[in-house]
């Protein structure tokens, strides 16, 4: 291929071209306005940064890559090319790398990019842990440090816990619900191809001047209209973060209201696609507001709005109102899929149905009407009016009761079951542990005069990285393990997977456990120094940490050796009932080459001769064939060669 | 079928009874209760006996202590319960190598249903009122408060005594006198919290928020800042003493003696400027008594003139010390501070090299 036509077909050579044309564009309009307005200096590289690299870039990026070629055509009344599916599937490492419309591809593609993120994030919280190990300043400098943890706290949450949920459901839900793929699978794409524009911009904050951002994830104005420009790669990579998790969220609630299979009704979708249909609930709702707050300190430190100004009519206590009644939602966006994940695990690996399916849906859907009237739980102590921390702490303590109905409905699935101690298993059974401590501290904090003494300081630390972490990290790793042979063909080590599971168990717990004593005994959060009484807590948290991270390794070893050599995975290695676990693995491209009648409930283990669908042509034999139906995979086409 | 008599259907096809691995056991329910108030009971003696907060120093502090004795009372038994039924699924429902089997097909129970959702709504129904009561009652007003202004800036906290006319960078309280504080803040937002009084608020800019104190342990605290503020966040701690009352009065008179005769000359003092607008939040200064060290040490500047020090507090990005970087110190300080204060500072430092 000649320069020439690289350069115009979509792909990273046209991407590079994209970028540096946006670039261009943006400091050809700054230049041009300050020139108008005659502002000196002409060439302002504050400016040229935010709007060049920051904004046109991206965008340049998106384009070059090849996210909107076909709705350009179409837009500008060009002949489109028809879709002849020539794009779906992945033959060789090489096709994650480009455009592809196929929600298996999206979803490994979303799957390992977020977990990229999840080591850098990680690396980071290792080098915080070192300069925590003993008061006083060792290996970065406060400065540095402030970076470290926002930088961290933003990866975790929009490039790691949000997306890499949106990648595993893209890959099981239209498997689940019996489609051929995603309602949008352009939409789908471009929503995975803003990610990495998202990343990239938080982690290239660190070379700004002055430092990355070093206002925490939370970015609370006025403060954060103050700072170095770093603060603007966090307030321009939430928009493309944001944008990207709300335009899934819109293709997921389609594709589970409109392309279920036949016979699949709500009450007969398995639990994750009932998370799943909630979480993107929170989404759409939510997420426009964060979006909203960043807007407001971006145009605060740009064009010199006042809108978190006092001194000229602007109110501080707003930027918090906006802020948390999108993330105090985000923590449930950030749970829900991981509570679905829990249900298909547990009932699959315990073998019984689970435990009160209808009040399991009901009560999704009442953490999300909960969801929204407890936002200022984070604002007790904020100056905010102050009667309105009543009813808010009795909403939040009210949540506890649908969260509650989960917990022991778990327990109840649990009890008589065959249980597989298989390594998803060990994971759920972690995540209950876990995330029961993580909801009693949550309780804890909702009540108004110990949250006063608590709000900041490291007690926080420590519960938020048990619901998040021991909560929605261990869902992950669950569920990664769960649907390991479905996405890649082959079976993980079981012994390196306990090892990780009991690892990361008990380091987990030696390092945010004692968090919870410092916090209270009066530590304050977000510190690159602490008072000497500290010090012995602090260090064995950080030698506890060292060791968690580490253990993390042996879970990227697992997968990856697995993925090249491990043995070749069966249809139905955990002889689950959903869909997804009826077609070969990987699935054939198009998922199936005949559409499953669903008959029945997802979770009819024990029932004898239950299945929950058939395919035609093995409708007989499934009928007859017992408590398990055989993998029917309706003779698709041979799995892609893609190792 | 309806879901109710589909469940009923489920357990009369899988009654416990037939199943073999906790047949031989007369009540397994009944033993399991046995083990997790035993569990409870070792727990809630253990949490208590933990402890968990600093000093108490305040009428508030042990209301709260109480309230999460309370809450870890509470708490303990529900971690039990869900730990004892997940152990003991996993030790006596876990597979024999080989079972292909499946569990009964049990669906639900509505009365078991109605019966976790009924508990913990009045648990955390009566925490929230008894939460209440407590805010309450810690937040009522007392009798001959005496106000106290405290105002946060980057990166050090002022105290204003308005009956005495007295401006202080120490918090001095009477023991036993309740105390309203009224928190301000110049420029970002911060949290006064004293960890032994058990209170805190934000110093919001454009606000002015309160809390109510009465000190009853005479004793030095810290006054410490728990909203990210900034760089020298961290180093935004104080000194708190309470003290009796005549030590109280005393150390007032003392204060304002010293105050008295620093300002007559009506010359700004540098020493209060450089520990008052934030320099000593990051730099260390032996003179001053400062020993931060986010920025350059300013009492070994080496060899400089008066116009390299005005600079470099006017435009910090001017020269930017080797090993640090620019855009890290404030650049508002030329219309934070009068010219008079600038000059001093300048002449100050000069003054104070080692």
């Not at chain 1, 077909?9 to 108008?36: C, D, H, N």
């Not at chain 1, 004692?514 to 807590?537: K, L, N, S």
């Not at chain 2, 180093?235 to 003392?254: G, K, L, N």
């Not at chain 2, 260390?284 to 060899?303: C, E, F, M």
Request: overall charge neutral; hydrophobic content about 50%; charged content about 15%.
């Amino acid at each position: 291929m000649t320069l020439t036509k690289r350069l115009l077909a979509p792909g990273w050579y046209r991407a590079a071209l994209g970028i540096s044309l946006g670039f261009g564009l943006g400091t050809g309009i700054v230049v041009v306005i300050r020139a108008l307005y005659g502002w000196d200096p002409i060439v302002d590289w504050d400016a040229i940064i935010t709007v060049g690299a920051l904004i046109g870039a991206p965008l340049g990026w998106l384009v070059g890559i090849g996210c909107f070629d076909y709705w350009f055509r179409w837009a500008s009344g060009a002949p489109t090319i028809p879709e002849d599916h020539s794009g779906h599937g992945a033959y060789s490492w090489r096709d994650y790398f480009r455009v592809n419309t196929d929600h298996k591809v999206i979803g490994i593609q979303y799957i390992c990019t977020t977990f990229f993120f999840f080591i850098a994030g990680g690396l980071m919280a290792m080098v915080m842990r070192a300069e925590l190990a003993q008061p006083g300043t060792q290996f970065v400098d406060p400065n540095t440090f402030n970076g470290l943890f926002s930088v961290h706290a933003s990866l975790m949450i929009f490039l790691f816990i949000i997306p890499v949920f949106a990648g595993i459901a893209n890959f099981v839900i239209p498997l689940m619900i019996g489609a051929p793929d995603m309602a949008f699978p352009r939409l789908n794409a471009l929503s995975y191809w803003m990610l990495p524009a998202a990343g990239v911009m938080m982690l290239c904050s660190f070379v700004a001047p002055g430092g990355a951002f070093a206002t925490g994830w939370t970015a609370y104005a006025p403060l954060s209209t103050d700072t170095p420009l770093g603060q603007q790669f966090f307030t321009l990579g939430v928009q493309f973060a944001g944008a990207s998790s709300i335009a899934t969220a819109l293709n997921f609630l389609v594709t589970i209201i409109t392309m279920r299979a036949p016979g699949m009704t709500f009450w007969r979708m398995p639990l994750l696609v009932w998370a799943n249909f909630t979480t993107s609930l929170l989404v759409v709702i939510a997420t426009p507001f964060i979006a909203g707050s960043q807007f407001f300190v971006l145009l605060d430190r740009t064009v010199g709005t006042h809108f978190f100004d006092p001194g000229q009519g602007g109110d501080v206590i707003m930027y918090q109102h906006v802020f948390w009644f999108y993330s105090h939602p985000a923590v449930y966006i950030m749970m829900l899929p991981g509570f679905g994940i829990i249900s298909e695990v547990i009932s699959t690996h315990a073998r019984k149905p689970v435990f009160g399916y209808r009040m399991m849906a009901f009560s999704l859907v009442a953490i999300v009407i909960l969801g929204f009237t407890v936002w200022a739980h984070h604002m007790f102590v904020s100056g905010m009016q102050s009667w309105v921390r009543i009813p808010m702490m009795i909403t939040t303590m009210l949540i506890a009761v649908p969260t509650g109905i989960k917990i022991f409905s778990w327990l109840a699935t649990l009890w008589r079951g065959v249980i597989h101690l298989r390594t998803p298993m060990l994971f759920a059974l972690g995540f209950i542990t876990m995330f029961t401590l993580g909801g009693i501290s949550g309780i804890m904090l909702a009540v108004v005069p110990f949250d006063i003494h608590v709000s900041d300081t490291y007690f926080i630390v420590a519960h938020i990285h048990y619901v998040l972490f021991g909560g929605s990290v261990f869902t992950i790793f669950a569920g990664i393990y769960h649907w390991f042979p479905k996405m890649t063909g082959r079976m993980y080590d079981e012994s390196l997977g306990r090892l990780h599971f009991w690892l990361s168990f008990i380091f987990f717990n030696l390092t945010f456990g004692p968090m919870h004593f410092v916090g209270i005994d009066g530590m304050p959060r977000r510190v690159a120094d602490y008072a000497e009484q500290y010090a012995t807590w602090n260090a064995i948290i950080s030698i506890s940490a060292f060791i968690f991270g580490a253990s993390f390794l042996i879970f990227l070893y697992n997968i990856i050796a697995s993925w090249r050599h491990g043995p070749a995975a069966e249809g139905n290695p955990w002889r689950a009932h959903s869909i997804e676990w009826q077609v070969s693995s990987p699935p054939p491209v198009f998922n199936f080459d005949e559409v499953p009648t669903v008959v029945g409930g997802p979770y009819e283990y024990g029932v004898p001769g239950a299945v929950h669908a058939v395919f035609k042509e093995k409708e007989p034999a499934a009928a007859g064939a017992g408590a398990v139906p055989t993998p029917a995979g309706g003779g698709g086409a041979p799995p892609p060669v893609d190792q | 079928m309806t879901e109710r008599e589909r469940v009923e259907a489920d357990e009369a096809k899988a009654p416990p009874e037939a199943d073999p691995r906790i047949a031989g056991e007369k009540h397994p329910v009944a033993r399991m209760i046995g083990i997790g108030l035993l569990a409870s009971l070792v727990g809630i003696a253990i949490t208590l006996s933990i402890d968990w907060f600093p000093a108490n120093a305040s009428t508030s502090a042990t209301k709260i202590d109480n309230l999460y004795d309370v809450l870890l009372i509470c708490s303990v038994p529900v971690f039990v319960l869900v730990m004892t039924i997940a152990i003991y699924s996993v030790v006596r429902f876990r597979a024999k190598p080989g079972d292909m089997g499946d569990g009964p097909p049990i669906h639900g129970n509505t009365r078991l249903e109605i019966v976790w959702v009924t508990i913990p709504f009045i648990m955390v129904t009566t925490l929230a009122i008894y939460g209440w009561i407590t805010l309450d009652d810690i937040e009522a007003k007392q009798k001959n408060e005496m106000v106290v202004n405290v105002t946060g800036q980057q990166f050090t906290w002022t105290f204003e005594y308005p009956s005495e006319k007295l401006e202080t960078k120490e918090l001095v309280l009477p023991v036993n006198r309740p105390i309203e504080f009224k928190i301000r803040s110049k420029d970002v937002i911060h949290s006064f919290w004293v960890p032994q009084f058990r209170l805190k608020s934000d110093a919001v800019p454009g606000l002015t928020t309160k809390i109510r104190v009465t000190p009853d342990k005479v004793g030095n605290y810290e006054a410490v800042c728990a909203e990210l503020c900034g760089l020298g966040h961290s180093t935004m701690r104080q000194f708190v003493r309470v003290v009796p009352a005549r030590a109280f009065q005393t150390w007032i008179s003392d204060q304002k003696k010293a105050a008295g005769g620093g300002g007559g000359g009506g010359a700004p003092n540098a020493e209060q400027i450089f520990n008052s607008v934030g320099c000593s939040g990051c730099h260390t200064l032996a003179a001053a008594g400062a020993t931060a060290k986010v920025g350059p040490n300013l009492g070994k500047l080496g060899d400089v003139d008066a116009k390299f020090i005005r600079t470099s507090i006017e435009d910090p990005n001017a020269n930017v010390t080797k090993g640090y970087k620019p855009n890290i110190m404030p650049q508002d300080f030329k219309t934070k501070l009068s010219k008079e204060e600038i000059d001093a500072l300048v002449k100050y430092l000069l003054g104070s090299q080692e």
